[in-house]
RNA sequence: GCGUAGGUGGUAGAGUGGUCAAUUACAACAGACUGUAAAUCUGUCGCCCAUUGGGCUACACAGGUUCGAAUCCUGUCCUACGCA
């Protein structure tokens, strides 16, 4: 059968698991590492594709979840998939909703954040977190069952419910690249003994997904990852990438929460086992100093919403730490947001004028905002793989961070 | 000049005897954001201390009534509209 996509690894980092490699698929090679910005309903928020290809994107990820219930697969299909929605020639991925299965589900309006800044003592053993029994909780739009997720539409209040079978059919439809397998992305705060149970759940789906895939002859044109779990524990998170790693899988994504302090350490749990000749991305991670540990830890892909988003709400990276450019420090402020960046809002725009679109509420300002932050993103994974090819990796690394990280 | 309505915190605009340092919105100031419920959300927003809390000065200005006034009365100044 014929492979949608090949992996190929030129240069691996001395000792440890980070490489830098290609991704050969349908539409266009990625140089990995790679930074995947994020389209979730087949839109980069803010962005042209012309403006997403300036800022150095090589590929697109958008969401299953999103474009069925928005504007639902049929039209997907009718607009030619998201090739052609999207005005995007290069390399697109979808994720599979096994996040909104997190996000609109256990996490649903609880100040949850995929990554834990400040662990919290996390019970080992004990109930599951449950607080839908609770007055002031919000209904949660997802229910979980062994075959799948009922999802609620916030459109319309129907349910739809989505199995691994469904979630692959509809990426089918949708047509990226590189597709996720349906799986469960647990809450951080929930118990082992949960993540015990949604890891095997993850595991069924995930089987149940490529089984699936493998029967249509998308297979030979769209790559299927399975999606390690697995939380915060080292035997899980090992198991995980076990099972799934000896699976048929194109390549894999990591998922799940993290602790911000031992990101590292849970990602190179999982690459130390996972086949090495297969990509790894780690799903919806992307600060600066996170995309570090993932590069030099094995993770060849990553994407994340903060480029955009933080964008969007005014905050910008600097290689001195990020800024928020609706400060009053900024308000006259002459210089370009970085005054090396040749990003197209660092050579047309001083801060003082983006704080006043910014504070304005103008849509340029938030445009502007998210072209430099992917810039900024996208060009540091690129650095980072030029540093792995030349040796530098630790150098950069150092001096990046050292500067990123002072105050 | 007469009549009418009104003058409240940066702005608009609630309140119309005690629960008012004063609803709300905007502005301002700061914070958050990691497979996008997010062009969103949170906090502060008279002054001075303080941990709950306390003190001071405030609703045009000056007096007054009252145990108590942004709220009632008198006068002054100012604004808008109408009539001369």
Redesign the pocket.
Known sequence: MKKPLSFEITKKLDGRLGRAGIIHTPHGDIQTPAFIV?G?KAAV?GLTPEMVKEAGAQAV?A?TYHLYMQPGEELVRKMGGIQNMMCWGGPTFT??G???V???GAG??KNI???L?DAPVVPLIGPREDDTEREDA?PRLVEIDHDGAAFKS?FDGSIHFITPERSIEIQHTIGADIM?AF?E?TSPSEPRTYQREALDRTHRWAKRSLDFHKSRLNAETQALFG?VQGGRHEDLRKESASVLGALDFDGF?I??SFD?NDLHTAVRWVNEVLPEGKPRHL?????PE?LFEGVENGCDTF????P???G????VYTKDGKI?I????Y?SDLTPIEDDCDCYACRQYSRAVIAHLY?S?E?LG?MLCSIHNVHFIVGLVAQMRAALIDGTFDKLKKEFLNRYKRD
Not at 303 to 306: E, F, I, M, T, Y
């Open positions: 994020v979730t928020r990820l969401n994720d599979s096994g996040f909104q997190f996000s609109l649903y309006g954040s995929k990554v800044k919000q916030p996720f799986d992305c999606v994504g998922g799940g911000k799903l919806g991670i992307g600060e996170d994407d994340c919403v903060a955009t988003r933080l969007r709400h005014g905050t928020h609706g400060n009053e420090r308000k504070r509420r849509m938030a």
